[in-house]
Nanobody, 114 residues
């Protein structure tokens, strides 16, 4: 089992920045990939970014490419999402996911005001 706890969400004006964190605990040696997803109430959860836990290769949704950076600190078992130049459409609950398996955190709210 892997437990995930997100933090770092909040209210920010458009153009601002936030850094999300996701602390992993439990059987972290089993983690191969980690990812960020986000969800707006009433809509499906959507992919934001993913990173290979071993090799550090990363992939992004087109909507965040060039503005968001996913990175991890393996020694701290922590995943990060640096979000710059935030837009109102980035508003949502951001979830951390670890795989293989289907481990999810409880999410952290990000609200971007215009």
């Amino acid at each position: 089992q892997v437990q995930l706890v997100e933090s770092g969400g909040g209210l920010v004006q458009a153009g601002g920045s936030l850094r999300l964190s996701c602390a992993a605990s439990g059987r972290t040696v089993s983690i191969l990939t980690m990812a960020w997803f986000r969800q707006v109430l009433g809509k499906a959860r959507e992919f934001v970014a993913t990173i290979n836990w071993i090799g550090d290769s990363a992939y992004y949704a087109d909507s965040v490419k060039g503005r968001f950076t996913i990175f991890r600190d393996k020694a701290k078992n922590t995943l990060y999402l640096q979000m710059n130049n935030l837009k109102p459409e980035d508003t949502g609950v951001y979830y951390c996911k670890a795989g293989p398996g289907d481990y999810w955190g409880v999410g952290t709210q990000v609200t971007v005001s215009s």
